[in-house]
Each structure stands twice: as C-alpha cells, then as structure tokens.
C-alpha cells in the first residue's frame, strides 16, 4: 500500500501544482475548467501508477467534486487546507480500498522510484503549494500593508525567495543538515533587518510571512522523511553532520 499511496501523492501534486493552468483555476466554476483538471487528474494518477484501473475515474470524479465545492467559497488558507486534506483522505481511502494499484502497474519492477516519488511530491508540496498556503495566510496583511510590500521591490522578487529558503530548508533536513535552518533564519533576519527595523507593522508582516514559510518546509520535509521510512530505500545516503 505504501507505494501506491506514494504513486498516487505524487499525481495529485502534479495535478494540482505543476500542470494546473491559470485558466484552469479561473474556470473552477464552469464545467469547461472542471472538465479539464479532471482530465489531468486522471492522465497524472495513470502515468504515476503505470495502469488503467477503473478507480482512477472514480479518483478524478471525487477530485471534480471537492474543486467544484471548494470553487463555491471565499477563498483563502482555510478553504486551501480543507480542499488538500479532502484530496488526501480520498488518496488514503483509495490506497487501502486499491492496495494493488501499485504491484499491477507498469513500474511495480523498478524497486526505488516510489521512494523517488515521494521525495518528488515532498518538494512540491514543500515549495510550490507552500507558496499558496503563505499566500493565503499573508493576504488580509498584505492588503493593509500594499504599498509598503510593494514599494521599491521587484515584480515577483517575494515569491522567489520563498520558492528558494522553503527548497533549501526541504534540501537541508532531507540531507541530515536540518542545523542549517537556523543559519538561514539568521541571514534573512540580517539582509531584512535595514528594511524593517524602523516600521513595526512591516517588521511583523515579515516575522509571521518568514515563520509560516519555515515551518510549512519543515513540516513537508520530515513528513517526506516519514514517507520515505516506509518505503524500499533510494540508496542515498544522508550526508554525515
């Protein structure tokens, strides 16, 4: 069951956070956007578990439907969190309903790449949805605080850093060198410091952005860690502290 769950994760990040348009997301509520995630749904848990199983279209339908109730709300972190854990739970149940999806699959030979799976899914997640989580939760701050957040600074230059400390902070425990977090937290708090140090409000839309970002990495990093503990080992090594 391990490896089709690790299969199936791995689609569904895919789906969700690498092959998921902008036009997608904007037609959420026409059955035209629906229609076509579904599709990618379907065409990434096939791919990811190398057979056509007729439980896959009932995956996808079940994923229509949690976008379709999901595309009815305000939007924001906690419809976010609710939409994910809704997906999760469908994967699990499918997992333990389907615990030979994997064994039956084109790649069930290839003993590593479900470890290689997960660690592939935990990087997304740690990097790509982390980056809508923190964005959802710094919205109602960044609305107060626009033209400060914006003022002086480059055009996407925010997303990128978080993009790269939350890889870093997923690269750096998966790597057994989880101390070098708080070497990173350091360097921020130093390069920030000038900008900040005179404006509380901004001072603090810093703080909570910087601590929501590390602690969704760290999460995902030793979640994948948890995930790679139970599957068959990739044959990498931890570099020694």
């Known amino acids: 069951m391990p490896e089709t769950l690790a299969a199936l994760l791995l689609a569904h990040v895919l789906a969700d956070f690498v092959f998921q348009s902008g036009w997608m997301v904007a037609m959420k509520r026409r059955w035209q956007g629906l229609a076509s995630h579904g599709a990618a749904v379907l065409a990434t848990a096939i791919a990811a578990t190398g057979c056509l199983d007729w439980s896959l279209l009932w995956l996808s339908a079940l994923h229509v ?42 790649w069930a030979g290839i003993t590593a ?7 592939i899914a935990g990087a997304v997640v740690a990097t790509r949805a982390g980056g809508f989580a923190v964005g959802f939760l710094m919205g ?15 055009p996407g230059a925010g997303r990128v850093i978080g993009l790269l400390e939350r890889g870093l902070i997923f690269a750096l425990v998966l790597l057994g ?17 000038g900008a900040v140090k005179d404006d509380r409000a901004l001072s603090e839309y810093v703080i909570i952005g910087t601590l929501a970002s590390f602690g969704w990495a760290l999460v995902a990093a030793y979640a994948t860690l948890a995930a790679l503990a139970a599957l068959p080992p990739l044959g990498i090594l931890p570099v020694s502290p």
Do not use: C, N, Y
């Not at 479900?114 to 660690?119: T, W």
């Not at 109602?140 to 600074?153: G, H, I, K, Q, Y």
């Open 65 to 106: 439907a949690i976008d379709a109730l999901k595309a009815r709300t305000r939007g924001g972190l906690r419809p976010f969190l609710l939409d994910q854990a809704a997906h999760l739970a469908t994967l699990v149940a499918l997992a333990h309903w389907q615990p030979t999806l994997w064994e039956s699959g084109l």
């Open 140 to 154: 109602p701050f960044a609305a107060r605080l626009l033209p400060e957040v914006t003022a002086e600074s480059l």
């Open 177 to 193: 060198q989880a101390q070098g977090v708080g070497l990173l937290i350091a360097a921020k708090s130093i390069l920030r410091f």
């Open 113 to 119: 790449l479900p470890g290689l799976m997960a660690l």
